[in-house]
């Protein structure tokens, strides 16, 4: 007998026959009211989830009392309790590795986009408005030869390094919860302390997970310590940093400029002061969203949750501490 999953993500055609020859699959394509309340209505059978982009607290899972492992498909675990989940023994599983590179590239187009104000004046040319040759007012600011700032050494933070250090001779100053003597050495980075590598850094870039300790790691007094040319980027997660204090800091250009992948609240509402900002690139969370990266993560779910459900550990696993409980 196949076991009960509910899916609430598209896969490929050949992931979806690959989940399909082995489990029994609920696939619910829209997270609106109708898809929550189908999702409820399969809980209570459910022996796996597979998805993203959903907060699954206890009192979703409360309801599904079968439920033995959820493969997230993301590297980020900030929508789960890894407390409750370990508790109840539910195998939780994410997608690192596979979107590194890309999500790097993200950050990267990011920090052009941003210095270069490639948005802003490619939105010149398309409204019809170079008419003479442009002058300082449009003028960016260099991104080979400045400092890179790292928020978060770890793999898509050493990603970020290696594009700035060698392919844009970019000085690397970091700081993560432990210095890395091995990233220290091949890309002649920095360890600094927050304040210091605030102060200092021409490119604030944050790349490191949202926890309980991250929350609100970035407020005005961070804000105030950055220099006013310099450019601050997050491809982390926007709870990371008090996005008023951000705004506020962008409205009177205490700094240069930002360039933002993850919010506070997404979809970013309409609203948004960020959205009139000059100086602000704004992207739709797509740090991984490449056909290659998406496919590639989706592939590593299946494989995460197939894993769990034939009684395997997942190569992934999140909360090994589950196996203790
Ligand atoms: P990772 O390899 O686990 O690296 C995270 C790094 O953050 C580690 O080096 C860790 O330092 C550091 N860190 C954790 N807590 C910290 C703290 N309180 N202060 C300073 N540094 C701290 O994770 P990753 O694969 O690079 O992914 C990082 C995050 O990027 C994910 O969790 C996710 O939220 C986000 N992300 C976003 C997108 C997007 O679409 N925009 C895509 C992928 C990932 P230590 O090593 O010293 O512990």
Redesign the pocket.
């Known amino acids: 007998m196949k076991k009960p999953i509910v899916l609430y993500k598209r896969l490929s055609p050949s992931l979806m026959a690959r989940l399909q020859a082995h489990t029994q699959v609920t696939l619910i394509e829209d997270l609106g009211d109708d898809g929550m309340a189908q999702l409820r209505a399969a809980l209570p059978e459910a022996r796996g989830l597979l998805g993203a982009s959903l907060k699954l607290d206890a009192a979703l899972l409360d309801l599904a009392p079968r439920l033995e492992a959820i493969a997230s498909v993301?590297?980020?675990?900030?929508n789960y309790d890894i407390d409750y989940l370990s508790r109840r023994r539910i195998l939780l599983s994410n997608t690192?590795?596979v979107?590194?590179e890309?999500?790097a590239d993200?950050g990267f187009a990011l920090i052009l986009a941003t210095a270069r104000r490639v948005v802003e004046l490619a939105n010149l040319v398309r409204d019809r408005q170079w008419t003479r040759n442009i002058g300082p007012l449009h003028f960016g600011s260099d991104v080979h030869g400045k400092k890179l700032g790292i928020?978060?050494?770890?793999?898509?933070?050493?990603?970020l390094a290696q594009r700035g250090h060698f392919g844009f001779g970019m000085p690397v100053l970091y700081?993560?919860?432990?210095?890395?003597p091995e990233v220290e050495r091949r890309f002649n980075a920095r360890y600094l302390g927050?304040r210091e590598l605030l102060q200092e850094a021409d490119f604030v870039c944050l790349?490191?997970?949202?926890?309980a300790?991250?929350q609100g790691?970035i407020g005005a007094g961070e804000l105030a310590l950055m220099r006013p040319d310099s450019i601050f980027i997050?491809?982390?997660?926007g709870k990371v940093v008090d996005e008023q204090a951000l705004i506020e800091a962008l409205h009177n250009h205490r700094i240069r400029g930002a360039g933002l992948?993850?919010f506070e609240h997404e979809p970013l509402a309409m609203d948004s002061p960020l959205l009139s900002l000059a100086n602000v690139v704004a992207t739709p969370?797509?740090?991984?969203?490449t056909h290659e990266t998406r496919e590639a993560m989706a592939r590593c779910a299946v494989d995460n949750l197939l894993a769990a459900l034939a009684g395997e550990r997942p190569s992934n696993l999140v909360n090994p501490q589950a196996y203790q409980h």
């Open positions: 993301s590297v980020g675990v900030d690192p590795d979107l590194t890309t999500t993200t928020i978060g050494m770890g793999r898509i933070g050493e990603a700081h993560s919860q432990t210095p890395k927050l790349t490191l997970p949202l926890t300790q991250t790691l997050n491809i982390s997660r992948d993850v969370h797509i740090g991984s969203a």
